[in-house]
């Protein structure tokens, strides 16, 4: 593809060289660069991608697209942007021949809730034969074959790229998880959404948007994106925030509640621990609905996915059964193991909301005690601190027992988190012990759990691996909490 098609809309100062040369493709990493490439150098949090201007040269970039007064002699065309991760999702759109374009695309945002949502979407839209990809936490799916991504939502270059595949593979819708981080970072500018969706908004990933206000601008975005609805928890206080926001915007506002007045909104609830049943009641009629995962979370991410099902012209009956066919998500509220009242569960909850909507929505469930296995995953920073301190809190408050250890401690020190967390514990008065290793940490919740005991493992859910340092290496708290008690059963019966 010619170059001056690739930089079509894109604001720069040509800096030097020729725009009117074929491109064999674009990358941000200097080791992937091909003959004849674009070159985007970032700055990145951890590295400068300008650094690597000269390997990538020598290894065949033909183009450089770059942000700062670097000068380069070599016979390159030079481009500089204000902003290269801008400029980065930019050209990639345009070098996959703008893919969203001809896509029915749903971005999904919000703290909580986001892959079970995208979940019950895709089983909708597959009830209703509607060829339907998903782009999120647990990775990429294409025709239902499963690709690991690096994060929630993939940089520019590589979800552009998969854009295309999906309509390459004749697949017509996709669900995608937009994280805040990808709208603060440009992954997604230049793709077009026909549906967005707001799920909640509650503390989390501070360390990035500094305060809360930054880190609703940041997912609010997203709606700019949107050409056709948006839909909003109005029972969420930034969901009206949003509401607020989005009103006098000309994609159509579709509302979804339990507490307030809303377009899509329940009657009639009624909770077990397997199942939740409801009727759902929506502008174009009224319908009876099973989810099969518990607790008023799950209505509300089942209401989220029905009033996105909706939007998109899907009968009331591919609703119901589409919803009704998903059994479970692995690490949402996940019964891994159950015996009489005993039973050990395996959920994602990671912030002190999602906690506290684990722990209470299984509290009426349990007959004996509820044992919490948990760590907090944060930097060393005032909102760090904040975090921990806050899941202690809920943890002391709902759990009866709790076991304090590490869950991705990556490069910061886990006994340094795990002191504050104990800390917090002792300020609420929390029952608790402390056990570095998680592992470990897992292995002693069985020990010392009765017949009538609820283990929760709480934190990293359908993450099948641990981050240590640099490493990240493999981690199935499912095996490992059979394992221990298969081992306790040897000796003990429950």
Do not use: W
């Not at 006098?248 to 339990?258: N, R, S, V």
Request: glycine share 6%.
């Amino acid at each position: 593809m010619l170059l001056t098609s690739i930089v079509q809309g894109l604001e720069f100062d040509n800096v030097k060289g020729d725009l009117n040369k074929e491109i064999s493709g674009i990358t941000f990493d200097s080791r992937e660069v091909a003959e004849n490439s674009i070159f985007v150098a970032i700055s990145g949090f951890a590295v400068d991608g300008h650094r690597f201007i000269d390997k990538a040269i020598k290894q065949g970039a033909s183009t450089i697209i770059l942000e700062k007064d670097i000068p380069i002699e070599q016979d390159v065309t030079v481009l500089k942007v204000v902003n290269s991760r801008d400029a980065l999702a930019r050209v990639s759109a345009n070098y996959f021949h703008n893919p969203t374009e001809q896509l029915n695309v749903i971005g999904l945002t919000g703290t909580n809730g986001k892959t079970s949502t995208s979940y019950f979407i895709k089983s909708i839209f597959e009830q209703a034969k509607k060829s339907m990809g998903l782009i999120g936490t647990i990775g990429t799916l294409i025709n239902n074959k499963l690709v690991q991504n690096e994060n929630t939502t993939p940089e520019s270059l590589y979800l552009q790229r998969t854009f295309l595949e999906m309509k390459d593979a004749k697949v017509d819708n996709c669900i995608m998880e937009v994280s805040s981080h990808s709208l603060n970072l440009k992954r997604v500018a230049y793709s077009s959404f026909n549906t967005g969706i707001f799920t909640n908004l509650t503390p989390d990933h501070l360390e990035l948007h500094k305060n809360m206000d930054e880190y609703f601008e940041a997912k609010a975005e997203l709606f700019d994106l949107t050409k056709e609805f948006n839909v909003i928890n109005v029972d969420d206080k930034y969901g009206r925030r949003l509401i607020n926001r989005v009103k006098d915007y000309e994609a159509t506002l579709i509302t979804y509640g339990i507490e307030h007045k809303a377009d899509i909104y329940p009657t009639n609830i009624r909770y077990s621990f397997d199942t939740t049943t409801y009727t759902v009641n929506t502008p174009s009629g009224s319908v009876e609905i099973t989810v099969n995962i518990p607790g008023a979370i799950y209505v509300y991410n089942s209401l989220a996915a029905i009033a996105s099902a909706y939007c998109n012209g899907v009968s009331l009956k591919d609703i119901q059964q589409g919803i009704q066919n998903v059994k479970g998500i692995k690490g949402r509220l996940e019964t891994v193991y159950k015996e009489n009242d005993y039973k050990i569960i395996v959920d994602f909850s990671h912030t002190e909301d999602a906690l506290e909507k684990a722990l209470t929505t299984i509290r009426p469930y349990v007959k004996g005690k509820i044992i919490l296995v948990f760590g907090v995953y944060a930097d060393t920073s005032d909102q760090g601190r904040v975090k921990r301190v806050g899941m202690s809190r809920i943890a002391s408050k709902f759990a009866d027992f709790s076991v304090v250890t590490s869950d991705n401690p990556r490069n910061y020190d886990p006994l340094m988190i795990i002191n504050e967390i104990s800390e917090a514990m002792d300020r609420f008065d929390g029952k608790y012990k402390t056990v570095l290793d998680r592992e470990e940490a897992i292995q002693h919740a069985v020990n010392i759990s009765e017949k009538d005991d609820t283990i929760l493992i709480a934190g990293k859910g359908h993450e099948t691996t641990q981050k240590i340092g640099d490493r990240e290496v493999p981690f199935n708290e499912t095996e490992i909490a059979l394992e221990a008690l298969k081992r306790k059963k040897q000796f003990v019966q429950l």
